[in-house]
């Protein structure tokens, strides 16, 4: 019969001082077979403009391909706008402004957003597959996140419609009129649920214009719109690359620009509505910081850390792309990083077991491309698990840079993939230091046991939002958006709601 | 026998101390009958980045310091500003006012102050909330502070229009560098006064006096001016708000050819003071 002493003997994996635990290696041991989800997207050949409550043609005529990621293949052709598009789809806004949607009591406002909500949960998963296929991001984020965060989006929105005078205390509120939203391809289906719902709810009519390379879900709420039996108008969608956007940016009808998109873009944004009195809202680029603490329940920060900078292939504004960690476990963790992103499987979106997808277009693969060369000639040190990639396709394999100063490209600029940037700290105030440098405030995690220490951390960071011992997490009542030159206003919340109205 | 009176050299009120513009200029001031009054000082550029760097090192002590603190200060300044109405009345009149309507300028300033202090311990009350995620984690919004705040004040109501726009923006932690009037500098300066008695730390607000001209592309463009607030002419506008582009800087401008009453309750509120804030989101886990 074993002894109390005797139990101690024992050993677990927990309980080897200075050695890391045995490395399982799923790779060697486990043949995954491939598990497409099957459902079918309902695609259409050809997708035209939303004016006005109809599917229109483009008056030049012209339409671009929109490929799949994950194989090259066209998906569909879509509609490419000219300014003269973009004016059409801003009258329709104007007319069902004045003429109808300004008009309608709160509580009937509401009904259609309600009803956007249901329906999109109806199809949530033909939508889900839609947006895999035109995005690259895996069919378990789209279909556990995207899509049902959106179809919240509008539920949550709908019920505000009616009690806006809670809104801004001792204040009334009333809408500015037509808004102008361009939107980016990482959440294609998500960032149309934030732009459209508080706008709608506050009783604005949009015009709003979603990525070229993604489209097509989009174009699909569309459908949506009009079996809810959304007055004509209200909302627009117009389709096209950079010169649509900057049509529906300068047009003259709005009265206030959303935008979501690069640092650098927001920019030229701001430049070009100088001397305007149209409001805007910025939520633009981020390089969040991840500070893990020796006291942070290690397995969790990893499985964090995963998340922060892996979901949706690092296509992700508030990315933890910057980890900090505590020095006394900094080899722990890094040891840790690399034994799980080993069994991370990088392929094929539409495979429910997927974890890394395509990237969204060539042209971003090859920005992540030369950013990791950057940091491999400035001397970082490189980690990548030698996963197989399909051979057609635009993928790149979760990369790890240790090693890093604060000097360094990929410590400084955003990279919008799948690679980490690690350094290391010593004492709490460096770790606020070393996060707060850059000119970037979307996002910061905190990974520690002591609550007093979160607060501390949560309070220095100059960031909108802090997620502490989580990463990633989102809501349609908790509001996102950033500091410095990660723009301003925020969406969702009611605080999302004060940037879609005036006073009065 | 009459005795000839000593006049004040008037400074500018920066980092907590009296100073001259570092380039030595100054523009005189005449009074409504067109006497010479006295040299003020004409900042430059290098004057306002000063007055940032100021800001910059007042900032963390303020914006930590408890709202009862603050607001207990703010009214401080209230005080102060009341002892010595009769002075600052004075001041005023000098750019033409009527002693009546100086007097009341005063007084609409003085209660403005005592406004805000109230706000000081209340308005993250009515901005912040908790939010009810649908998951397992407890999530609140809180505001903090921007930073430095820019603050070009309009011509007219040169004290009145100048404390309404830093009030609001000092009440919630932030510092301000502002830019008073130009034809009508003298209130600030003795503001600055006042200020320098009230308990708030030097380098909270500091005042500059000179031409806007050679101030707004400044301002404009200075990457440690988190917000603009003031008034400012079409063109202004244009190139504060190019400026502000390359930054991300916040705007929040009111024309100066429509101007508020700053009399009027509606130039006080809780939105100028959430026009100086950023909300913050913090995510949490419930668990043992």
């Known amino acids: ?220 709420l569309a459908e949506i719109l009009q079996d809810a039996g959304l007055p004509p108008g209200v909302v627009n969608f117009v389709t096209g690359a950079g010169e649509v956007g900057a049509a529906v940016m300068n047009h003259p ?3 206030k620009i959303a935008f979501t998109g690069s640092t650098e873009v927001g920019k030229i944004i701001m430049r070009s509505l100088a001397g305007t009195d149209k409001k805007m809202t910025m939520e633009l680029g981020g390089k969040a910081a991840n500070i893990v603490f020796d006291d942070a329940p290690l397995d969790q920060a990893v499985e964090g850390i995963v998340n922060g900078i892996f979901f949706n292939q690092g296509h992700v504004c508030c990315a933890g792309s910057r980890l900090l960690v505590h020095e006394p476990v900094a080899k722990e963790v890094l040891a840790k990083l690399k034994n799980r992103i080993k069994v991370l499987r990088v392929g094929d979106p539409i495979d429910k ?39 057609k396709g635009f993928y790149f394999r979760p990369t790890i840079f240790s090693g890093v100063s604060m000097s360094h490209r990929v410590a400084r600029e955003e990279i919008f993939g799948p690679v980490l940037s690690i350094l290391t700290f010593r004492t709490v105030d460096e770790a606020i230091e070393k996060a707060n440098n850059t000119a970037y405030g979307l996002s910061a995690g905190v990974w520690t046991d002591k609550g007093s220490r979160i607060l501390k951390m949560s309070t220095e960071l100059k960031a909108g939002v802090v997620w502490a011992n989580t990463y990633n997490k989102f809501d349609p009542t908790s509001p996102f958006g950033g500091y410095k030159e990660s723009g301003f206003g925020r969406e969702g919340g009611r605080q999302g709601l004060l940037d879609y109205c005036k006073l009065v | 026998m009459s005795r000839l009176p000593i006049t004040k050299t008037p400074k500018v009120y920066v980092g907590g101390a009296f100073i001259r513009s570092e380039s030595a200029r100054v523009f005189p001031l005449k009074d409504a009958a067109g006497n010479f009054f006295a040299n003020i000082p004409q900042c430059t550029r290098k004057d306002l ?150 308990d708030l730390p030097g380098g909270v607000v500091n005042l500059l006096t000179g031409y806007r001209k050679e101030m707004v592309p400044t301002f404009a463009t200075h990457t440690h001016l988190r917000a603009l607030v003031g008034a400012a002419n079409a063109d202004e506008r244009k190139a504060l708000a190019l400026g502000a582009a390359d930054s991300v800087k916040r705007l929040h401008l009111v024309k100066t050819e429509e101007l508020p009453d700053w009399y009027a309750d509606s130039a006080q509120s809780l939105e100028a003071v959430r026009s100086t804030l950023e909300f913050k989101t913090t995510w949490h886990p419930i668990g043992a």
Request: glycine share 8%; proline share 8%.
């Open chain 1, 1 to 220: 019969m074993p002894t109390l002493a005797s139990e101690k003997k024992t050993t677990r994996p927990s309980a080897r001082p200075g050695r890391p635990a045995p490395e399982l290696i799923f790779g060697d041991l486990w043949e995954f077979d491939p598990a497409p989800e099957t459902a079918d997207p309902k695609l259409k050949a050809r997708y035209e403009l939303f004016i006005n409550g109809e599917f229109v043609a483009p008056k030049s005529g012209k339409y671009f391909d929109s490929v799949n990621p994950a194989n090259e293949q066209k998906l569909a052709e879509i509609a490419l706008a000219s300014a003269a598009d973009v004016d059409a789809a801003y009258q329709a806004a104007k007319a069902a402004y004045d003429n109808v949607w300004s008009k309608l009591p709160g509580r009937e406002r509401a009904k259609y957003l309600f009803r956007i909500a249901r329906l999109l949960q109806d199809r949530a998963r033909e939508f889900a597959v839609a947006e895999t296929l035109d995005g690259g991001k895996p069919i378990k984020e789209s279909r556990d996140f995207d899509v049902p965060m959106a179809a919240a989006h509008f539920f949550y929105h709908a019920g505000w419609a009616d009690k806006l005078d809670y809104v801004a205390p001792g204040r009334r509120v009333a809408p500015l009129g037509v808004v102008g939203q361009v939107i980016p391809w990482n959440f294609p289906l998500l960032m149309l649920a934030w732009k459209l719902a508080p706008a709608l709810a506050m009783g604005n009519t949009v015009v709003l214009k979603p990525a070229e390379t993604t489209s097509i879900t989009c174009l699909k």
């Open chain 1, 253 to 255: 009808i709005p009265a």
């Open chain 1, 353 to 391: 077991n997927t974890d890394i997808g395509a990237i969204n277009s060539k042209e971003q693969l090859g920005k992540i491309t030369s950013l990791v060369a950057s940091g491999v000639k400035e001397g970082a040190e490189m980690f990548q698990p030698a996963c197989k990639l399909p051979t």
């Open chain 2, 49 to 198: 980045r000063n007055a940032v760097e100021a800001a910059a090192k007042a900032g963390p002590g303020w914006a930590k310091r408890t709202a009862y603190n603050r607001g207990q200060i703010i009214y401080r300044l209230g005080e102060m500003i009341e002892a010595r109405a009769g002075e600052m009345a004075e001041a005023i009149a000098l750019g033409g006012a009527s002693k009546v309507a100086a007097a009341k300028e005063v007084a609409a300033t003085v209660d403005r102050l005592i406004y805000y202090a109230g706000w000081a311990d209340k308005y993250e009350q009515l901005l912040g909330n908790v939010n009810p995620v649908a998951a397992p984690y407890f999530n609140f919004t809180v505001t903090e502070p921007m930073g430095i705040i820019g603050v070009l004040a309009p011509e007219q109501a040169p004290l009145l229009a100048l404390v309404s726009l830093f009030a609001p923006a000092i009440t919630s932690g932030n510092t301000v560098v502002a830019l008073a009037s130009t034809s009508q500098p003298y209130p600030a300066i003795l503001l600055g006064e006042m200020l320098a008695t009230s």
